[in-house]
């Protein structure tokens, strides 16, 4: 089965359920990636090719596979890696696309890496989070320092794919449209977080799998 972003709306057949493997985490752990300049948007865009990892990739489907394990522990995993605060938080708003277009790779938006075709007004609204900003600094044209961050955590997510990131679940169940509307509490399983990705509203852990974690533990 190949996958593409539409997976995350329930758009991919039947397929309501996606389980992350720990052969999975192995692979993703080893992909090498590559910079690209090919969005007209903003200048650097991380990759991961095909063509770079054919020695740890089989094929464009089991590519796709991996796309999707990736946007999930981009928007759920512990994040072990030491960074600044408003590069985990960008990291919880990231999209991620599957590109397979001439040489098929897993690629940050190309368009809308934070959910907005303004891409340096993103990440200057994440920093101003964690480091308020002057209302003049709001409203600067020059974005020196939004790029420097955006560069930054570039390099942060170049590192996090590799890095010992944890998964309280590896086990998502697709709830189903009616739970997108965004006046509806969103799942409980996702209270941890920080910032609850777009998709999220969408998608549950597997409930077997929780009850099976609970039980284990009660056992030991």
Known sequence: MRYSSEFFYGFNGKTNNFKISDEDIQKIKKLKSHRSDQSGYYDVMLQWRL????????????????????QFISMVSYINLETKDYNKYLLRRLYLEFDDYDDPCITMGFKRPFGNSNVLGDV????????????????????????????????????????????????????????????KPISSDWSYLDYKHAYLFEWIFDKNEVRDSKLEKILN
């Open 124 to 183: 200057r609204d994440v920093i101003d989070i964690f480091h308020p900003l002057s209302q003049k600094e709001k409203e600067s044209d020059e974005y020196d320092r939004e790029e420097e961050v955006l560069l930054e955590f570039i390099d942060f997510l170049d590192n996090f794919f590799r890095s010992d990131f944890e998964l309280k679940h590896q086990h998502f169940t697709y709830l189903g449209k009616r739970y997108l509307s965004h006046d």
């Open 51 to 70: 063509s770079d990892n054919l020695d740890i990739v089989s094929d464009e489907e089991e590519l796709s596979h991996l796309y999707v394990c990736m």
